[in-house]
DNA sequence: GTCTATAGTGCGATAGAC
DNA sequence: GTCTATCGCACTATAGAC
């Protein structure tokens, strides 16, 4: 038996394999690494689950964790970035004349797809773990910033001047935040975005209030 | 002899190494770790300082460095405790009938004796080390986001309610920020508390203005 | 003060996809 | 052949337990 002979019999072999694809490597690896990761969390608690134990649970090990997440607690703040950009979309699309208010008014509003009721009970798993452990919510604000941040550029490149934008920018991430925190609320039936206006409403009350009690 | 004899002696031992005072206990062992800290961070960068060198620069154990820390980046942000309570302090003197945007006011306004122009160097060579290294950055969002907590919670003791209290206690801690930001940009002569007012000012327009560009 | 578990990195080897 | 996912191993620093 030749060499070529080996060769040919290999290739017919994986061309067997094809058909059932991806024996050794499934596909979604990230994914099924964080839906794992957030079942062992709150089943045990965050520090109480190890790197490795997340990996050998879908059946990889602790180094490809870490090729997947730079560290461990980012396995559970995958999605940031698309949230981000659904913000961002929702700046692009507002029209020309828009004043900095509208802006971040339309930011707001973008993101309703990434809330629909349904997914309620997922975010309180998730936001039940996060609130059990410092170093997450200091990952949680951290994104937090990053996004304001995205949103301060964008503005930016809109035109908007300083502080402006800063202030804008930070204030739609301030009013994300504590809308989100309400929406997950038990017992809270509003939409994210119906939370959101409210909170635009009162901001503009608390800031425009005359000195008076 | 009886283990109350044993007792007597220990007890002697002890009063006899306490009339020569902190040999070995020098005193200001955190800010002394603190100043070494920052110093080691600043030359070498963050990372490529151990909290074991941190310690034995100034003559400890690494395991003294973690008594006095719980982690390594937590040397750099001791003082937000003060400063917490400067801003608690200025919203328990605002007078009775304040509106929320007062008490924010007299907040902001209170924590003018902590960043006087003297300060603006050592806070320029902090901020440049904190900017270096994303884990800083999100220890140092956390302590602002336990900062805006505390105030919600000092405006809701006043009586103010929700969603009014966490809105504006957390615009007070933006404004800060973004304050303290301004503050210690090269060229900037302002004092923080002017920045802030004009900050809030600008909010108030941002907020306020109408729906045409 | 000592010991230990875990997080996280660096590098070389392997193996499948193309 | 290239590219990339995975593994395996050695290693350090952090941080907590004892």
Known sequence: MSVTDINIRLKSVAVITYTEPMVRWQP?????????????????GYEQTTAAEIAQSVGLTERTFFRHFSDKREVLFRGQELLTEAFLGGIA????????ME????ALDSVAD???????????????????????????RH???????AIGDALRERGVAEPTAT??????????GIAF????????????TDIEHELLAELRRLTGASHTA
């Not at 699309?93 to 900095?100: D, K, N, Q, S, V």
């Not at 994104?143 to 941040?149: G, H, Q, R």
């Not at 202030?167 to 994300?176: E, N």
């Open 181 to 192: 925190t309400q929406w997950i609320r038990e017992g809270e039936e509003r939409s994210i």
């Open 114 to 140: 990434f809330f629909p009721s349904e997914r309620r009970s997922h975010a309180r798993l998730r936001q039940s773990v996060i609130d059990q452990n410092p170093a997450l919510q200091e990952r949680e």
């Open 167 to 176: 202030l804008a920018a930070q204030s739609a991430g301030m009013v994300f």
């Open 103 to 106: 802006l971040v008014a339309a």
């Open 28 to 44: 979604g690896t990230s994914e099924r690494l964080q839906a794992a990761a957030l079942e062992l969390f709150a089943g045990r």
């Open 93 to 100: 699309a507002a029209p020309e004349g828009a004043t900095p």
């Open 143 to 149: 994104k937090m910033s990053v996004l304001a941040s």
